[in-house]
């Protein structure tokens, strides 16, 4: 086989049935095979929009995600993405075609550095200077996309290195003496964790995105059965533990619930799962659960008191600890905590008041979408208030059914991951939450989704904004918004010009979401009026051969709340009410 040859067989040995990508010259020894595969290859239109497709696929099946461009731009266009998986900890393998072995270094046409350039934002990257090398490379790259902590691997293949012969073939083993991830945790730790669980008086669990990513969700709800323990998540770790769970507290940090913020900080013992105790987690780290005794289970040895002191870490994967500490866990007397915690839910639910002649409210929007899929929907989000509305206002109750990027905060994220949530899970309903400013940023992937019939609803928050930029703007720099406004640019008093009436307003729509999602082929709707959001929302989940596009109109200043201001303490808390006192 040649080099390209050897690539198609190792991807299909691997159980590769889809990828995602985008055709250049030095990948086309690779992509001229793989229409003869049974491996599928996705058209993208920009290969940022591959490796998140990628990244969404992957973060919906748990399987590993795969991308390929080619070199120089192409290749380059991958970073966004691949950073993106490697701050959440998604396994990816990303290939790379690069400019003939000979060339390399002497500024060939679409030559990088591919391997200089993804060194600080993968798990591991590779430039292959022979054809025997392949099959090995190709082996470990999975091996190490997918175990001990996940991350993006990229394989640099140059052309020459496509197309030179090799007797090498796929290897049955890898052979990696330097690279043997703890999965099993600490017996010893284990039990001391247990003890302390037994003789705490106010325990909370906290639990992140590494209790997806080990598909250990279902030993986490088998640890809260036993013990009666509330259990709050990170962002990443929405959909680990049932929400309509009467002991969920939903997501805690710089947006999360009071009630989660306030139990972490009265905690006499944090168990942290498979988290990173990340700064929009903990806020002022000196104050973050302050009398708390702290236990940390992660398979990452790294991340152990990286931020936070712990006491009682235990090095492993979250689904063989939490099975080895099922057997062997009591619960405590917690009564009264349980009691103090109900009070704090009762007191602190998550609210917003949506008037019948008014503007709509985001939040509203996005609880008759869980509602209209009984909460059963693939969900993606770009970044931004968007984002932060459908973390707290969607019912996250299933595990592997919510990506976002959390950790690097990519805007444009949500609907190329969607696209790839809806391959990895063909029979799932997929719902992408945008803002009207983070969704321009990869809004060519709707030509893909329309390419595939895929019937993915995307629901645009519009609020003429860059609505989570504003909102600092707003507590935090006097009402000034400069250069947040998308409606009126050249507008630099802050106050947009929407008044249709107006002849010298711009356009009301600006873009124009509907037309654009007729010019791409998808369906179009706008919304400005509450009673016309249920008969949108049913017809687009009606839609069974294309996307459909929803321009949602709504309050152009409602901001998210409760927010942590940067620097404070997770239970310095403010909302609506306090920022009148600002």
Sequence with gaps: ????????????????????????????????????????????????????????????????????????PGATNLVTGIATAYMDSIPMVAITGQVPTPMIGNDAFQEADVTGITRPITKHNYLVKSTDELPAVIKEAFYIARSGRPGPVVIDIPKDVQKAKSSKRYPEKHEMPGYKPTV???????????????????PIIYAGGGVLLSGAWDELRELVRKTGIPVTTTLMGLGAFDEADPLSLKMLGMHGTKYANLAVCEADLVIAIGSRFDDRVTGRLDQ????????????????????????????????????????????GDYAAWIEKVAEWKAKYPLKYQQDENGPIKPQYIIERICAAVNGNAVVT????????????????????????????????????????????????????????????????????????????????????????????????????????????????????????????????????????????????LRVDKLAGVQAAIDQALAETTRPTVIDFIVAPEEDVWPMVPSGAAIHEMIDESDYTLL
């Excluded at 050897?6 to 040995?13: G, H, M, P, R, S």
């Excluded at 945790?185 to 106010?202: C, L, Y």
């Excluded at 005794?293 to 008191?305: E, M, R, Y």
């Excluded at 356009?507 to 654009?516: N, Q, T």
């Design 1 to 72: 086989m040649n080099g390209a040859e050897l690539v198609i067989d190792c991807l299909q040995k691997e159980g590769v049935d889809v990828m995602f990508g985008f055709p250049g010259g030095s990948v086309l020894d690779i992509f001229d095979l793989l229409n003869k595969s049974e491996i599928k290859l996705v058209l993208v239109r920009h290969e940022q929009g591959a490796a998140h497709m990628a990244d969404g696929y992957a973060r919906s099946t748990g399987r590993v995600g795969v991308c390929i461009a080619t070199s120089g």
């Design 184 to 202: 099993e945790g600490h017996v010893r730790q284990i039990k001391k964790m247990a003890d302390a669980i037994k003789a705490a008086k106010r």
């Design 288 to 331: 973050f659960a302050a009398h708390a005794t702290f236990v940390h289970i992660d398979v990452d040895p790294s991340s152990i008191s990286k931020n936070i002191e712990v006491h009682i870490p235990v090095v492993g994967d979250c689904k063989h600890v939490l099975a080895k500490l099922n057997e062997i866990v009591e619960p």
């Design 381 to 524: 989000t770009d970044v931004g208030q968007h984002q932060m509305w459908a973390a707290q206002f969607f019912t996250h109750r299933y595990p592997r059914s919510f990506c976002s990027s959390g950790g690097l905060g990519t805007m444009g994220y949500g609907l190329p991951a969607a696209i790839g949530a809806q391959f990895g899970n063909p029979n799932k309903r997929v719902v992408c939450f945008a803002g009207d400013g983070s969704i321009q940023m990869n809004i060519q992937e709707l030509a893909t989704a329309v390419d595939h019939r895929l019937p993915i609803v995307v629901c645009i928050l519009d609020n003429r904004y860059l609505g989570m930029v504003r909102q600092w703007q707003r507590l935090f720099y006097g009402r000034n918004y400069a250069h947040t406004c998308l409606v009126d640019t050249a507008n630099r008093s802050g106050e947009p010009r929407i008044d249709p009436k107006s002849e010298s307003a711009p356009p009301p729509y600006h873009p124009d979401f509907v037309k654009l999602a007729d010019a791409y082929g998808a369906a179009g």
